[in-house]
């Protein structure tokens, strides 16, 4: 018989497994976009699409180029279930990029501020970074401890890029 404790841990270690170097990536990609961007004087639904539309083409570049080199490394011809297994890689990317692109189009409902979305925007990546940070370090460590300074280093990458944007802004 399967102990049901032990086959929700497995789950939960594959889906961080599945998802984890995505949602680091996305969010650290958004971070440094929104690093790149400065101040804009776009209004938040052009931000919120020069976000989403950068990260989509830097994913759909790695998706490629990730296809090729394999094909290259394994002399065989790519096709379909190649390209599917490359989307299925890229969607945690997407996904942990859509809360802080939606968080800056936010702004145009008039709710709060463009300054107000895009600081939110950061706040949401660099939380991605602390949780997914802290259940990196869980599943690594099998400790509580070790897994908050995960969380802590992986947060603090995110922590720093949005302390240089305001540095240099």
Do not use: C
């Amino acid at each position: 018989m399967t102990d049901p404790t032990a086959t929700k841990i497995g789950a939960r270690i594959a889906r961080i497994e599945h998802n984890a170097h995505g949602v680091i990536y996305g969010s650290i990609t958004v971070l440094a976009l929104l690093l790149a961007m400065g101040h804009s004087h776009d209004g938040p639904i052009q931000t919120a699409g020069i976000l989403f539309g950068s990260i989509f083409a830097i994913v759909l570049a790695e998706t490629f180029a990730k296809i090729s080199s394999d094909a290259v490394a394994s002399r065989r011809v790519f096709g379909w279930a190649e390209v599917r297994l490359g989307w299925q890689h890229s969607r945690p990317t997407l996904i942990a990029a859509n809360v802080p692109t939606l968080l800056v189009a936010g702004a145009a409902t008039g709710i709060y501020g463009f300054d107000v979305g895009v600081g939110l925007a950061e706040v949401a990546a660099i939380a991605m970074l602390f949780v997914y940070g802290y259940s990196i370090g869980l599943v690594i460590y099998q400790r509580v401890v070790p897994g908050l300074l995960h969380a802590a280093f992986t947060g603090g990458i995110g922590s720093a890029l949005a302390a240089v944007k305001y540095l240099l802004h």
